[in-house]
């Protein structure tokens, strides 16, 4: 897939600065059977954030979960003929859901790493990402991750590959909160003096929001790649990896793809 690396424009696309509660749920798939006989379709349970635009927000004008990542597992769903449950929360709280089995996959751009393949599954990639460093439009004395020292605080989103990027590789001081958005309103205040995250997203946020008040510095960082997350020793592994190959190949995930990012991605 073709690197993003423009501006995202998401037309009617609202920034939530607050996220809904936590949505507790027993997990496992969910079926029943018709005085025929006939089992009905299988709903799978999945756990998803609302505050990660473009890929998981909240639409204010419809009330209604939308982005990049819930149209493309509709689209999975419907194409492997099962029907999906979410379930909102912080990206924390998705992360040791699937860990523990309390639900079925998730989906709410999460890199794939060797330490998260230790305790989950994943499917096959289906976003390239990397992180980006954002400070404030006035201060040209950090102008790259390598200006960071023990005297600077750092902001980022709890549990996320960001925080464990500044923790290995920098002597900064980090301070990781549940929501990205709140990571960004600490550095606009002047409470940090810089934030790490992916690059979608801080871009969008600039976009919209922090225009004028924060922007970013220094060279992309790392490669990441988003993956579709589901307990350990998950059969639907395989059908989600089917269905999603054949979304790439019919042109379907690139016409999602290019809705939240105004192109379709290479090849696609």
Do not use: W
Request: hydrophobic fraction near 35%; aromatic fraction near 8%; proline fraction near 2%.
């Amino acid at each position: 897939m073709k690197k993003l690396v423009g501006t995202i424009t998401v037309a009617g696309a609202v920034l939530v600065l607050a996220a809904c509660g936590n949505d507790e749920t027993s997990g496992g798939e969910t079926n029943s059977t018709t005085n025929d006989g006939n089992t009905e379709i299988v709903t799978y349970d999945i756990a998803t954030d609302n505050n990660f635009v473009p890929f998981e927000f909240i639409d204010l004008e419809t009330n209604e979960l939308t982005g990049f990542d819930i149209e493309l597992m509709e689209a999975i769903a419907e194409e492997s003929g099962f029907e999906v449950n979410f379930h909102q929360m912080d990206f924390s709280g998705a992360l040791s859901g699937i860990e523990q089995g309390s639900y079925d996959a998730a989906i709410n751009g999460m890199s794939i790493t060797e330490e998260r393949k230790q305790n989950i599954d994943f499917s096959d990639p289906y976003y390239e990402s990397g992180l980006v460093l954002a400070v404030a439009q006035d201060d040209d004395t950090i102008q790259s991750i390598d200006d960071l020292t023990s005297d600077h605080k750092v902001s980022t989103r709890l549990s996320s590959t960001s925080q464990t990027y500044l923790d290995e590789q920098t002597d900064a001081e980090v301070d990781a909160y549940p929501e990205i958005t709140e990571a960004y309103q600490a550095l606009i205040a002047g409470h940090v003096d810089a934030a790490l995250y992916d690059m979608p997203n801080v871009q969008y946020f600039i976009q919209q929001q922090g225009e004028g008040s924060m922007k970013i510095v220094g060279d992309l960082l790392t490669g990441e790649d988003y993956g579709i997350a589901f307990p350990k020793g998950s059969d639907l592994v395989d059908d989600v990896n089917e269905a999603l190959a054949t979304l790439m190949e019919n042109g379907t995930y690139g016409d999602i793809y290019e809705t939240y990012f105004g192109e379709r991605p290479e090849g696609m």
